[in-house]
């Protein structure tokens, strides 16, 4: 009787010990090494004391099956976390939600700052932005890039913010 209680005593203490390592693992993972998502305000605010990072802005819909694959496949991948950790300010924006964006001293909505950044082109989704604080210009990227894609792409918009 007595062995049979340590027995359940020793396996109820490894299981407990697993599943708090377990947790602790999922959440060292997931606390620290994926992208930090800001919305436009938060980054509008920052590009201001930091104008040598560009605003990449990532538009999406719930809806989108596209986006999603893109979040997964290239948005997960290490070597684009970096790059964008490293030069970017990284924003999600869906036009569809109801938020409301700061434009200088104009509060509009998601959809409406999708106009003014997109100069009203439709462009479908994905589309990625990039704003450059400096000049305030935009290049507009639509349609889902892979991880190898999104780093040349990535790759060329920091050289062309350079020379702007």
């Not at 694959?69 to 869906?94: G, P, Q, S």
């Amino acid at each position: 009787m007595l062995n049979l209680s340590i027995k359940r005593i020793f396996i109820y203490s490894v299981t407990v010990l697993l599943l708090v390592l377990f947790n602790f693992k999922v959440e060292a993972k997931s606390g620290n090494e994926g992208l930090e998502w800001l919305d436009w305000n938060k980054a509008q605010e920052l590009a201001k004391t930091d104008k040598d990072k560009i605003i990449f802005i990532d538009v999406y819909t719930d809806w989108c099956g596209w986006c999603k694959k893109m979040d997964k496949d290239t948005y997960e991948n290490e070597e684009i976390i970096k790059m964008i950790r490293k030069k970017f300010l990284a924003v999600k924006l869906n036009p569809e939600k109801d938020a409301k964006y700061k434009v200088d001293d104009m509060e509009v909505s998601g959809s409406q700052l999708l106009n003014m950044l997109t100069n009203n082109q439709q462009m479908g989704y994905p589309t990625i932005l990039f704003i450059i604080p400096k000049t305030r210009v935009v290049y507009p990227m639509a349609g889902y890039q892979n991880a190898v894609d999104f780093k040349a792409t990535l790759e060329k918009i920091m050289v062309n913010s350079k020379g702007k």
